[in-house]
């Protein structure tokens, strides 16, 4: 059985940042999914071939149980890791490496500390989040940022490739901000310029495609329709390596992206059953994952970089190195 695919799971929606586009800001959801729920979960996941576990939410590290969580994964054996704003991890980076965390995916939107704070509403969260990451770093857990880029903060971008790298950061994913709204730029060509002092500087290069597209077709789609750039091709290949599940209201997504789209009934599969317990391979969730495959090249509204990027390297045979997703 291959190992390669990925499992994100949301363990709580609560959250301590107030991000100004986020969903999440400062829920005080009080759903968190248990360890030995996990364990039922993990189980049936290794039968479909996952090997990485992806912790998000909310902020995971506000889970009192992170690390009994993180155990079972690492336990599978697979690779864990958790996406976070950071503000919790530099008193958390031994603890969790302890418990086999393989990589810690830091969200930072900005070369500035005090842009980046002010775009998650969170004191001295920039300054945590590099602490967190130089502990992280100091305890082995090999270190991934998310950064979300539109209008507000794309000019920061170079300066930040440089703070990445002089951080020691390994991998860099520059996502396109989605928002009910459609995103629109004063200047497309300054977007471009600013651009290419990313993806040709000195800094660290961001995994998968621009955000705002490689080719002429995907700029214009952006640019003038607001859609960021797609898997290239006939199909949709993250839906062959990625799922997604929301256990607090027990859906199974076929893409890490859509679970943040409007109605789950449409994108995802309900895996849980009557008696609290999940059936991850339901007949459902393989013909959204079909559909999706299918169809999310040329329907998907809110595609990420990386995940454009991965689908087009998986088309083209290259083999994926391991945390490529
Ligand atoms: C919902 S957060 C959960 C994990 C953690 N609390 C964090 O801040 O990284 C997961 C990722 O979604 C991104 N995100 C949230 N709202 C978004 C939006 N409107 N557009 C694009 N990405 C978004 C965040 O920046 C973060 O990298």
Redesign the pocket.
């Given at each position: 059985m291959e190992d390669r695919k990925y499992l994100f799971v949301?363990v709580l929606e609560a959250?301590?940042?107030d991000?100004f586009?986020?969903?999440?800001a400062l829920s005080r959801d009080r759903y968190r999914l248990q360890p030995d729920e996990l364990a039922g979960i993990l189980a049936q996941a290794a039968e479909m071939g996952v090997g990485h576990v992806r912790f998000?939410?909310?902020?995971?590290?506000m889970h009192r149980e992170i690390l009994p969580l993180v155990r079972v994964g690492a336990a599978l054996p697979a690779k864990v890791s958790?996406?976070?704003?950071?503000l919790l991890l530099p008193r958390m980076a031994e603890e969790l490496a302890e418990a086999g965390l393989d990589q810690v995916?830091?969200?930072i939107?900005s070369g500035f500390a005090e842009q980046h704070n002010e775009y998650?509403n969170t004191p001295n969260l920039f300054e945590k989040a590099f602490e967190g990451i130089a502990e992280a770093r100091r305890h082995r857990i090999r270190v991934r940022v998310?950064?979300?880029v539109?209008p507000h903060n794309y000019q920061s971008m170079p300066e930040l490739a440089k703070t990445l790298r002089d951080a020691g950061v390994e991998q860099w994913?520059l996502?396109?901000?989605?928002?009910s709204d459609q995103i629109t730029y004063p200047d497309r060509e300054d977007v471009v310029r600013v651009a290419e002092a990313v993806y040709e500087g000195d800094g660290l290069i961001p995994m998968g495609k621009r955000w705002f597209g490689d080719t002429p077709e995907e700029r214009d789609q952006y640019f003038e329709r607001g859609i960021p750039p797609r898997s290239s091709g006939d199909v949709c290949r993250v839906t062959d390596d990625v799922m997604y599940l929301d256990p607090k209201e027990g859906y199974l997504f076929p893409c890490s992206l859509l679970p943040?789209r409007s109605t789950p009934v449409l994108y995802g599969a309900q895996v849980r059953n009557d008696d609290g317990s999940f059936t991850l391979d339901s007949p459902t969730f393989r013909e959204r994952r079909l559909f999706f495959r299918e169809n999310g090249a040329n329907l998907c509204t809110?595609c990420?970089s990386s995940a454009a990027g991965y689908s087009d390297r998986a088309a083209s045979g290259t083999p994926q190195p391991s945390w490529s997703y």
């Open positions: 949301r959250c301590n940042a991000c586009f986020c969903g999440f998000t939410g909310g902020e995971p590290l958790l996406i976070t704003n950071g995916i830091v969200s939107d998650r998310n950064t979300v539109g994913e996502s396109a901000l989605k928002l943040h809110g990420s």
